[in-house]
């Protein structure tokens, strides 16, 4: 009996430490902090990049699962947070949010065990769930176009998961972090009743623990070397983001192709679970640190200015191929964007002139006959304001405008245009997309996108200053 309770006590500590062991084996070699103040300011501005969209993303994390205060606290871990309702200015969680489908939210932890995601079959509209990690690539889809309309369940595994695909699933989707943001999307048609169906949908989505799928004991729980961070905005405007990235770090694992990456950011002390003590560096070096971080977000900033289509800033580790910063541009301009497969992104700041748009100005957008954006589901136009990418609050509570508009009208010849500016335009209002008082961004989101916008034969037209 006695000889049996060790095996156990072993096996558990074993599969316990299993996490701490991934950590330990890029924290085992030394950190020497380089003393060269010129190496550590170009390592901090590379890392900086690297891990501004892991810091994005997190924050997102830490509000629906760690933060109870927050409005829409999902409860914790691995639970869904539905939204039977179209995002207004008030919600702040996301920049960028999308009101065309609801969303149904939910941060999944897989350092325990994998989660099991559960759809029913949906025949009837658009819909879909993206699987981003904590880096942001979107390394799966379920839904209409990925996956089609039938039910069907999909196992959700970490990086350490080992395990053989349970009877009764469909698919295994693992992924390179223990962290996930799992983003559901549901369409919601024009009529204002169609909400009770999207209500009736989103209660059928399902997260499921992989022990209660099988019906087996839970497993042991897996702590971290360092707890879960509170998200501070002013940990990246300075060196201190090497503590930030150091934390989050823990919950990934290291890809091959990054391992001489890692080394580097290691010279400045980046390695996970790492605790940033500024007294380990050099003054010379700490303020090279911060240099670069400067340098980095100015670098970031232009990026975003200049932005002009976020076709490519979203999708897998190998469609983004290694571009750090292209990849930090779509955390920036749009988080949790969708793969261009799923639905395309065209907007900018700047209009037909390459003049900022601002609300002092009235614009028109005009699509000729037959060349609105071809789609296999459905197209629209957000409008956010500047510098918050958040949604414009309005008289007529309008934040897009599309082809499932009620009551858009076309002119005589068969051109579509919208108005884009502050005041209403006088007899257009059925057209009119309002803008803010000052700086704004806007987005067009097509959704199934034709081949033609894909190897951009179509060109979506720039907004008009009209005088």
Same mark, same amino acid.
């Given at each position: 009996?006695?000889?049996?309770?060790?095996?156990?006590?072993?096996?558990?500590?074993?599969?316990?430490?299993?996490?701490?062991?991934?950590?330990?084996?890029?924290?085992?070699?030394?950190?020497?902090?380089?003393?060269?103040?010129?190496?550590?300011?170009? +390592?901090?501005?590379?890392?900086?990049?690297?891990?501004?969209? /892991?810091?994005?993303?997190?924050?997102?994390?830490?509000?629906?699962?760690?933060?109870?205060?927050?409005?829409?606290?999902?409860?914790?871990?691995?639970?869904?947070?539905?939204?039977?309702?179209?995002?207004?200015?008030?919600?702040?969680?996301?920049?960028?949010?999308?009101?065309?489908?609801?969303?149904?939210?939910? +941060?999944?932890?897989?350092?325990?065990?994998?989660?099991?995601?559960?759809?029913?079959?949906?025949?009837?509209?658009?819909?879909?769930?993206?699987?981003?990690?904590?880096?942001?690539?979107?390394?799966?889809?379920?839904?209409?176009?990925?996956?089609?309309?039938?039910?069907?369940?999909?196992?959700?595994?970490?990086?350490?998961?080992?395990?053989?695909?349970?009877?009764?699933?469909?698919?295994?989707?693992?992924?390179?972090?223990?962290?996930?943001?799992?983003?559901?999307?549901?369409?919601?048609?024009?009529?204002?009743?169609?909400?009770?169906?999207?209500? *009736?949908?989103?209660?059928?989505?399902?997260?499921?623990?992989?022990?209660?799928?099988?019906?087996?004991?839970?497993?042991?729980?897996?702590?971290?070397?360092?707890?879960?961070?509170?998200?501070?905005?002013?940990?990246?405007?300075?060196?201190?983001?090497?503590?930030? /990235?150091?934390?989050?770090?823990?919950?990934?694992?290291?890809?091959?192709?990054? *391992?001489?990456?890692?080394?580097?950011?290691?010279?400045?002390?980046?390695?996970?679970?790492?605790?940033?003590?500024?007294?380990?560096?050099?003054?010379?070096?700490?303020?090279?640190?911060?240099?670069?971080?400067?340098?980095?977000?100015?670098?970031?900033?232009?990026?975003?200015?200049?932005?002009?289509?976020?076709?490519?800033?979203?999708?897998?580790?190998?469609?983004?191929?290694?571009?750090?910063?292209?990849?930090?541009?779509?955390?920036?301009?749009?988080?949790?964007?969708?793969?261009?497969?799923?639905?395309?992104?065209?907007?900018?700041?700047?209009?037909?002139?390459?003049?900022? /748009?601002?609300? *002092?100005?009235?614009?028109? +957008?005009?699509?000729?006959?037959?060349?609105?954006?071809?789609?296999?589901?459905?197209?629209?136009?957000?409008?956010?304001?500047?510098?918050?990418?958040?949604?414009?609050?309005?008289?007529?509570?309008?934040?897009?405008?599309?082809?499932?508009?009620?009551?858009?009208?076309?002119?005589?010849?068969?051109?579509?245009?919208?108005?884009?500016?502050?005041?209403?335009?006088?007899?257009?209002?059925?057209?009119?997309?309002?803008?803010?008082?000052?700086?704004?961004?806007?987005?067009?989101?097509?959704?199934?996108?034709?081949?033609?916008?894909?190897?951009?034969?179509?060109?979506?037209?720039?907004?008009? /200053?009209?005088?």
């Amino acid at each position: 009996m006695k000889k049996a309770l060790f095996i156990t006590i072993v096996l558990i500590t074993i599969f316990s430490c299993k996490k701490k062991d991934r950590l330990n084996d890029e924290a085992a070699v030394n950190i020497v902090i380089t003393k060269s103040a010129d190496s550590a300011k170009a +390592i901090a501005k590379e890392a900086w990049i690297y891990g501004f969209p /892991l810091a994005m993303n997190y924050r997102s994390m830490s509000l629906y699962a760690l933060d109870s205060s927050y409005l829409d606290y999902a409860g914790g871990f691995n639970k869904f947070k539905h939204y039977a309702k179209s995002f207004t200015p008030k919600d702040t969680a996301v920049i960028t949010p999308n009101n065309d489908t609801p969303y149904s939210w939910a +941060i999944l932890n897989l350092a325990d065990e994998p989660i099991v995601l559960e759809v029913p079959e949906v025949s009837d509209r658009y819909y879909s769930f993206q699987f981003i990690d904590l880096y942001t690539f979107n390394f799966a889809y379920v839904g209409s176009r990925a996956t089609g309309t039938k039910a069907g369940k999909y196992l959700i595994a970490g990086p350490d998961w080992k395990g053989e695909k349970p009877s009764g699933i469909d698919k295994v989707i693992q992924s390179e972090t223990d962290l996930v943001t799992l983003l559901g999307r549901t369409e919601l048609k024009m009529d204002p009743s169609d909400i009770e169906n999207v209500k *009736k949908l989103q209660s059928q989505y399902k997260l499921i623990p992989l022990h209660e799928f099988t019906k087996q004991a839970g497993p042991a729980h897996k702590e971290y070397l360092m707890p879960y961070q509170k998200f501070k905005q002013a940990d990246l405007d300075s060196a201190a983001f090497i503590g930030l /990235l150091s934390n989050l770090l823990q919950y990934t694992s290291v890809n091959p192709k990054e *391992k001489e990456l890692r080394a580097k950011f290691a010279k400045i002390g980046i390695v996970p679970a790492n605790t940033f003590d500024p007294k380990a560096y050099t003054p010379e070096v700490l303020k090279a640190i911060n240099e670069g971080v400067k340098e980095a977000e100015k670098e970031l900033k232009e990026g975003t200015d200049k932005l002009e289509n976020a076709t490519d800033l979203f999708g897998t580790r190998e469609m983004l191929n290694g571009d750090y910063l292209k990849r930090a541009l779509g955390a920036a301009a749009g988080l949790f964007g969708n793969t261009k497969e799923e639905a395309i992104y065209i907007g900018t700041r700047s209009d037909k002139a390459n003049n900022f /748009l601002s609300g *002092k100005n009235n614009y028109i +957008i005009r699509f000729p006959k037959g060349q609105t954006p071809p789609d296999k589901y459905f197209w629209s136009i957000t409008i956010y304001e500047l510098p918050s990418r958040y949604l414009v609050s309005n008289p007529i509570n309008r934040y897009s405008i599309g082809d499932r508009t009620t009551g858009l009208q076309y002119e005589p010849n068969g051109d579509l245009i919208i108005y884009m500016q502050h005041n209403a335009p006088k007899g257009k209002e059925s057209n009119w997309l309002p803008t803010p008082a000052d700086a704004f961004y806007y987005l067009i989101r097509i959704y199934g996108p034709d081949e033609s916008i894909l190897n951009g034969t179509w060109k979506a037209p720039q907004p008009e /200053l009209v005088k």
